[in-house]
């Protein structure tokens, strides 16, 4: 039986709108038939806080946030849930088709790979649990849903949202790996979430490289499919760009 390739995008950092950009445009070009699967992996560089697509409420002061004296976006994502800070975090989307079901059983189908692949590197994870009152709190990390992925301890380690556009769907999440506490009690107000205990001696680069391999290996497991490095052609970049100018996902200041 002849596997399923699905195309994997290098390791990507740009400002968090053209990153939005970029997951919209891919779920667009899947849905159409212009664009196979794809997992893929990115950075935001300047730091940033996203918004979920219908979060309407939110402190005023973040418009006028700083970290090592450069302003944090705010941008919008285009799937749900709750604001998430991005800084040390490690972000990846799949776009994929949409199998039907509950929205929980295609989180689960598309989180096993993160599962896996971060059990392969000592860390267990299991899902969280739904809870009244995560709507009105303005911070992802604030509480843990069936849709998020938490360690033993009750430490929330990966938080994803969706869009769906039947046949495809996005999945997208933030992976947290080494946050500066200081920065997060800044923004939400409230004490960080104690700091990740990885097993692993890397930090920085090395870690998000090793992190990186180890999902990529896990996904071609439990998908069932076999993984094609591409980056964006200078057509495909031309593509997204002109995407990104009409669909603006930053927030004014």
């Given amino acids: 039986m002849t596997l399923q390739i699905w195309r994997l995008i290098p390791l990507f950092v740009a ?12 779920v667009e070009q899947y849905r159409l038939g212009l664009h196979p699967p794809t997992l893929r992996f990115y950075l935001w560089q300047p730091t940033a806080i996203s918004l979920g697509y219908h979060q309407r409420h939110w402190p005023e002061f973040w418009q006028h946030l700083k970290w090592r004296d450069r302003p944090l976006d705010l941008v919008r994502r285009p799937s749900g849930g709750r604001a998430v800070l991005h800084q040390g975090d490690l972000t990846y989307a799949i776009v994929t088709a949409d199998g039907g079901g509950d929205r929980t059983q295609v989180y689960q189908q598309c989180c096993e790979f993160l599962i896996q692949g971060w059990r392969s590197l000592g860390v267990e994870l ?9 709507i009105h709190h303005p911070s992802c990390f604030a509480t843990a849903t069936a849709a998020d992925l938490i360690t033993p301890s009750g430490d929330k380690l990966i938080g994803s949202a969706q869009l769906r556009l039947p046949p495809a769907i996005l999945q997208h999440g933030s992976m947290r790996l080494e ?3 200081d920065l997060f009690a800044q923004v939400f107000e409230t004490p960080p979430p104690p700091p990740l205990q990885l097993p692993l001696t890397e930090r920085g680069n090395a870690l998000i490289e090793i992190a990186i391999a180890a999902l990529c290996q896990a996904a071609e497991r439990c998908f069932n499919m076999q993984l094609l490095e591409q980056p964006f052609s200078e057509q495909e970049w031309s593509a997204i760009q002109t995407y990104a100018a009409t669909r603006e996902s930053s927030l004014t200041r």
């Fill in 126 to 134: 299991q899902y969280g649990q739904s809870k009244r009152g995560y």
């Fill in 179 to 181: 946050p500066d506490p």
């Fill in 15 to 26: 400002p968090g709108a053209m990153q939005m950009a970029i997951d919209r445009w891919l």
